[in-house]
């Protein structure tokens, strides 16, 4: 009996206790949260993290942390493979603290993480128009960019994996008996080139 009432009454003790931890968590300075946020980014706590960030901002708006914080947690979600995170915090250090000098990075950062969120080759055209015009844009906005030969790999990149793209829409309007269709996704892949790597699981769901 004592043990069905601990297996009961766990989960409320652990929310009890962790509710007591946050609660510990406020009105502290603007360098307490930011060592905060520095531990649950080490211990792997992101979404302490964001939270605690949230409090820093709501306590200290001005503090310089803040600024020096969007990019730990930028830096903390892209390593974590959490891309709309990664691309939130880097927005919002574009937005609110950005030198011209830092631009040209932070446009690169953003094209990078959209590049890296693209994982499904075939099933999501937008994205890759997307991410091809991002990449044409910023070689045109910043030719003489540090990062234009990452940002060229990535259009080139992009533009084959598109190929590849328009070939699977091109054979499933012919499948389709849709000749005209077909006719305007046709396209001519690079010799020696690979096609983009799909999990043989996710090609069960492909045409």
């Not at 820093?56 to 903390?76: F, G």
């Not at 892209?78 to 880097?90: G, H, M, P, Q, S």
């Not at 990075?105 to 994982?119: A, G, P, S, T």
């Amino acid at each position: 009996m004592t043990k069905k009432i601990l297996i009961l009454f766990l989960p409320l003790a652990l929310f009890w206790g962790c509710s007591s931890k946050r609660a510990e968590l406020s009105n502290l300075t603007a360098l307490k949260w930011h060592k905060q946020i520095y531990k649950d980014i080490r211990n792997g706590n992101l979404d302490s993290a964001d939270d605690d960030f949230l409090s820093m901002q709501v306590e200290h708006p001005n503090s310089i942390y803040v600024k020096i914080d969007l990019l730990n947690l930028y830096m903390a979600h892209l390593a974590n493979k959490e891309y709309v995170l990664a691309k939130f915090y880097i927005n919002e250090y574009e937005k609110r603290f950005a030198s011209a000098q830092e631009i040209p990075w932070i446009e690169f950062q953003k094209i990078k993480v959209d590049f890296l969120k693209y994982q499904n080759a075939y099933t999501d055209q937008k994205a890759i128009l997307d991410l091809i015009k991002e990449a044409k844009t910023y070689l045109n906005d910043y030719p003489n960019s540090h990062f234009t030969p990452e940002v060229s790999t990535i259009l080139a990149k992009a533009e084959l994996t598109k190929k590849y793209l328009d070939a699977k829409i091109s054979k499933l309007y012919n499948k389709l008996d849709k000749p005209k269709a077909a006719k305007q996704y046709e396209t001519k892949i690079p010799k020696h080139s690979e096609p983009p790597y799909v999990p043989w699981y996710k090609k069960l769901f492909y045409w």
